[in-house]
């Protein structure tokens, strides 16, 4: 680290020479004002001539000194508007004015996501996409994780609800759950340093509404050096600023199922160098599945305050999250037929598009707290993330060709994750034998108190009750960059503190299979109220536990480009991040003969029951280095198409998965070699525009090496993960308009496989599991009436078959579903909407838990489905 400190300090002063010597005896200058086809100033427009770059003002005004007298090229950009380009003779004090034209179609758009200088698409060398507002109204998700399906390259599997997506790029596995190698950003900053916290994922403390400008994803490139723990890619949710007067209300509500929602966002200058937008929603409703209460219940302020100076601006930040939105975990499904040819379908009680085991007869779960105190936690929370988050950002041009950026979020999350996992299937005679009485009793419900039928389904369920205890943190990044004739140089300084203290603590109840209200079951003096253990016995009593502990991550960056003619750009980057790792974790022990619900009587669960292990905390004392590098090239084969190809290396340190287990030993080192992941990709890119289409096309080539844990290993209840995968294959994303009709559209297609496994080298060759090598989008649309002001399409969401586990066994089908949509402009700014999710029912399997059946017999397995037919209705006013 010394070493580097010294070479970036050397580096510094030498650019500070070459720059002093380079502009001694330039006298001449161009100035102007940016405008738009109107006339309007355009401020914070990005103009660049000579190797220099400057930012407009509030009122359009720009000024480029130090340049020699003689012809150069001008170019401007901006966003919402076509790249500007012109040849100007300077001549000393040289007066330009440069007007731009509206980009409406979006397709030059100025992307900010993870490359080193805002630039349009083509003349990037990355992979990047980036979704508006109207697509995302078009596509009319259910929940923040099914935008990300719209994205090319983006696997995302979002039958869990609202959040605890697992999500993943270009055929990198999801060996476990949430999105561990990609970073989720709101206004370039992460919202966690980690996306792949257990029961604490990233997507959880986000939410789409209408204070949304547009989605930007990269997927591998720089997100490796600029970002931490990212190898694989950035989504990064972009907010409105207010540079436009205007803003909405709009009401949503769902016509099959319950759910009432209210999305509105202002925004507008208040003088020539000053603006703001504030916006947010509110929701109720049960949700898109029968749960048989209220699941869904809060909403998000936002709100941002920009000051313009003449060389640059300040934005301020602010965001308030209390959402309750129901966890959706693996739900009772029946399968026939053969593992490589399996019919998937719905129980005669319990329909596996639209219920959900979730009941309003259980909702309170009671537990002994982390510190040993009775606690008390409602199922009905579900997702429950409460956060608050402020932040800012500022950028300068400090002339010469100098320019200052800073950006700093301070994030406050806590809450709670609980919702109910069916740990095993069966019949009521099985479970009878298994807690050796008779049979089971209805424990609640109308038929309390009766007997259980011996042949119909029921499940042992284990509460994934987790308490968010602490996940507060905060990030600052600045940057310092120096154009030098035909090179942009840039250093930066990435700083960050990430808290992770979270209590896991679980208990096991009996339930029916049924999926309207489903009542808890009774074993005999086993059980009380459907509770038959403080803690998870089928498991090996193994999740009880409590940890807290902090990452300080450092991680001092560099890069520079070189602009070699008009046509090629070439950029390398580096990045050397480092952490320290500090805290305690406990897991669990039995206590026996605790009388948990003090009735004063010992009964069944609490004769053993799982307690926080307080008198054995282990220390958590690590600390983590490794070094991100890429190298990219762009040609500009023309002003409508160009070229990239880059290679990537980039890490991802572990954090509280790498807690428990044999990972961490007794003195709070991490065993060496796992502290952290590594990805390595290359990537061969074209891409190509016109007014009416555009298409690009990327092949890929990844290697990645990981460490991590998931749910369903045996007696323990925890299957050990060490591994390394390679994957390739290509990326095609296009779109193309034709007067009234437009269509996008992208495909990800991939072949993967299993590289080495230390763990179980049986599977080596294998293809991951879930890992599909196909999957696509399409959304074709349609404008009609007398000013082409309605507007009718459908997206097409689908995938081809993959495997259950990496057994590659059980096959999960290929599946596509349908989502119609149409709009109404009803007079000036107000519209009507209606919008169809999965309008034929179709069943679409993304995991299950086991991996393979007995053939040509009913099997009774766990999985989640992709929801059924719902159907919303929205009314708009946009002023």
């Given amino acids: 680290m010394k070493k580097i400190t010294i070479f970036l300090r050397k580096m510094f002063f030498l650019l500070l020479f070459v720059s002093f010597h380079w502009t001694w005896a330039q006298s001449g200058s161009i100035s102007g004002k940016v405008t738009d086809s109107k006339g309007t100033p355009v401020g914070n427009a990005t103009v660049t001539t000579g190797g220099k770059s400057t930012i407009s003002s509030a009122s359009g005004e720009f000024q480029i000194g130090s340049l020699p007298d003689g012809t150069v090229t001008v170019q401007a950009t901006h966003l919402g508007f076509k790249s500007f380009s012109a040849k100007v003779t300077v001549k000393g004090a040289t007066v330009f004015d440069i007007k731009l034209e509206e980009d409406s179609a979006q397709l030059e758009e100025v992307v900010v996501t993870g490359v080193l200088n805002k630039r349009t698409k083509l003349q990037s060398s990355v992979s990047i996409s980036s979704i508006n507002t109207t697509q995302i109204e078009q596509a009319a998700p259910r929940s923040t994780a099914e935008l990300f399906r719209s994205i090319a390259g983006i696997k995302s599997e979002p039958t869990g609800g609202e959040g605890n997506a697992n999500i993943t790029v270009r055929g990198i596995p999801i060996a476990s759950g949430g999105a561990k190698f990609l970073q989720l950003q709101e206004d370039g900053m992460p919202v966690m340093q980690f996306g792949d916290v257990a029961f604490g994922n990233a997507d959880i403390f986000v939410r789409n509404d209408q204070t949304l400008q547009r989605v930007e994803a990269?997927?591998?490139?720089?997100?490796?050096?600029?970002?931490?723990?990212?190898?694989?890619?950035?989504?990064?949710?972009?907010?409105?600023?207010?540079?436009?007067?205007?803003?909405?209300?709009?009401?949503?509500?769902?016509?099959?199922?319950?759910?009432?929602?209210?999305?509105?966002?202002?925004?507008?200058?208040?003088?020539?160098?000053?603006?703001?937008?504030?916006?947010?929603?509110?929701?109720?409703?049960?949700?898109?599945?029968?749960?048989?209460?209220?699941?869904?219940?809060?909403?998000?302020?936002?709100?941002?305050?920009?000051?313009?100076?003449?060389?640059?601006?300040?934005?301020?930040?602010?965001?308030?999250?209390?959402?309750?939105?129901?966890?959706?975990?693996?739900?009772?499904?029946?399968?026939?037929?053969?593992?490589?040819?399996?019919?998937?379908?719905?129980?005669?009680?319990?329909?596996?598009?639209?219920?959900?085991?979730?009941?309003?007869?259980?909702?309170?779960?009671?537990?002994?707290?982390?510190?040993?105190?009775?606690?008390?936690?409602?199922?009905?929370?579900?997702?429950?993330?409460?956060?608050?988050?402020?932040?800012?950002?500022?950028?300068?041009?400090?002339?010469?060709?100098?320019?200052?950026?800073?950006?700093?979020?301070?994030?406050?999350?806590?809450?709670?994750?609980?919702?109910?996992?069916?740990?095993?299937?069966?019949?009521?005679?099985?479970?009878?034998?298994?807690?050796?009485?008779?049979?089971?009793?209805?424990?609640?419900?109308?038929?309390?108190?009766?007997?259980?039928?011996?042949?119909?389904?029921?499940?042992?369920?284990?509460?994934?009750?987790?308490?968010?205890?602490?996940?507060n943190n905060v990030t600052n990044d600045m940057k310092l960059s120096k154009k030098i004739d035909r090179f942009d140089v840039t250093f930066g300084y990435y700083k960050a503190l990430q808290n992770i203290s979270m209590s896991w603590l679980w208990n096991s109840y009996l339930m029916e299979v049924k999926g309207?209200?489903?009542?808890?079951?009774?074993?005999?003096?086993?059980?009380?109220?459907?509770?038959?253990?403080?803690?998870?016995?089928?498991?090996?009593?193994?999740?009880?536990?409590?940890?807290?502990?902090?990452?300080?991550?450092?991680?001092?960056?560099?890069?520079?480009?070189?602009?070699?003619?008009?046509?090629?750009?070439?950029?390398?980057?580096?990045?050397?991040?480092?952490?320290?790792?500090?805290?305690?974790?406990?897991?669990?022990?039995?206590?026996?003969?605790?009388?948990?619900?003090?009735?004063?009587?010992?009964?069944?669960?609490?004769?053993?029951?799982?307690?926080?292990?307080?008198?054995?905390?282990?220390?958590?004392?690590?600390?983590?280095?490794?070094?991100?590098?890429?190298?990219g090239g762009n040609y500009l084969i023309s002003a409508n198409q160009s070229m990239f190809a880059r290679y990537s290396r980039g890490g991802r340190a572990n954090a509280d998965r790498l807690l428990f287990g044999s990972n961490i030993l007794n003195s709070g080192a991490a065993v060496s070699g796992l502290s952290a992941d590594m990805v390595d990709q290359a990537e061969l890119g074209y891409k190509h525009r016109t007014g009416n289409y555009t298409f690009f096309a990327t092949a890929f080539y990844s290697m990645v090496s990981e460490q991590n844990w998931d749910f369903g290993g045996g007696a323990s209840g925890i299957r050990q993960i060490l591994r390394k995968y390679n994957a390739y294959g290509v990326e095609l994303e296009g779109s193309a308009q034709f007067k009234k009709f437009s269509f996008t559209a992208n495909m990800t297609l991939t072949k993967a496989k299993i590289a080495s496994d230390e763990i179980s080298p049986d599977l080596v060759g294998n293809r991951p599991r879930r890992q599909a090598e196909c999957i696509y989008n399409a959304v074709p649309s349609y404008r009609f009436g007398g000013k082409s002001q309605h507007i009718v399409g459908f997206s097409v969401i689908g995938t081809t078959k993959a495997f259950a586990q990496d057994s590659n066994q059980l096959v999960l089908p290929a599946y596509f579903y349908v989502n119609p949509f149409v709009s109404f402009k009803l007079t000036q700014g107000l519209t009507a909407s209606v919008n169809v999710n999965n309008v034929f029912n179709a069943i679409g399997i993304t995991e299950v838990e086991e991996g393979n059946i007995t053939e040509n017999k009913d099997n009774y397995l766990r999985a989640r489905s992709i929801t059924g037919r719902t159907t919303s209705l929205t009314l708009a006013y946009r002023f």
């Fill in 516 to 631: 309207d209200n489903a009542a808890l079951l009774n074993a005999g003096s086993s059980s009380v109220n459907g509770l038959y253990a403080y803690g998870v016995p089928a498991w090996g009593n193994c999740c009880t536990r409590n940890y807290d502990v902090y990452y300080d991550i450092a991680a001092p960056y560099a890069a520079v480009q070189f602009k070699a003619n008009d046509k090629i750009t070439v950029d390398a980057s580096i990045r050397y991040d480092s952490g320290k790792v500090r805290g305690t974790y406990a897991g669990a022990v039995q206590s026996t003969n605790l009388d948990v619900n003090n009735n004063g009587i010992i009964e069944g669960p609490e004769q053993s029951v799982s307690v926080v292990d307080n008198a054995n905390r282990k220390p958590v004392n690590y600390d983590y280095k490794y070094v991100s590098y890429s190298v």
């Fill in 218 to 471: 990269i997927r591998g490139g720089s997100a490796s050096t600029l970002a931490s723990n990212s190898p694989a890619g950035i989504i990064n949710f972009i907010s409105k600023d207010g540079r436009t007067e205007g803003g909405s209300i709009m009401q949503s509500a769902g016509m099959d199922y319950s759910n009432s929602r209210t999305d509105f966002e202002y925004g507008s200058p208040i003088n020539e160098s000053l603006r703001f937008h504030i916006g947010g929603f509110y929701r109720q409703g049960e949700g898109p599945r029968n749960a048989g209460y209220t699941a869904n219940m809060g909403g998000q302020l936002k709100a941002n305050l920009t000051k313009e100076f003449k060389n640059g601006y300040v934005r301020l930040y602010f965001k308030y999250l209390n959402d309750k939105s129901i966890g959706y975990l693996p739900m009772p499904v029946k399968v026939s037929g053969t593992n490589a040819d399996p019919n998937w379908s719905s129980l005669s009680n319990f329909d596996i598009l639209h219920d959900t085991p979730h009941s309003a007869l259980m909702l309170d779960n009671l537990t002994i707290g982390a510190d040993g105190e009775r606690r008390r936690s409602n199922i009905g929370d579900g997702m429950h993330p409460i956060a608050t988050s402020l932040g800012a950002e500022l950028s300068f041009d400090l002339g010469e060709g100098w320019k200052l950026e800073n950006r700093f979020r301070q994030n406050f999350h806590k809450g709670r994750f609980v919702s109910i996992f069916p740990a095993e299937i069966g019949t009521g005679a099985s479970l009878s034998t298994a807690f050796s009485v008779a049979n089971l009793t209805y424990a609640n419900g109308p038929m309390a108190g009766q007997a259980f039928d011996q042949n119909a389904l029921a499940m042992r369920i284990h509460t994934f009750d987790t308490e968010i205890n602490n996940f």
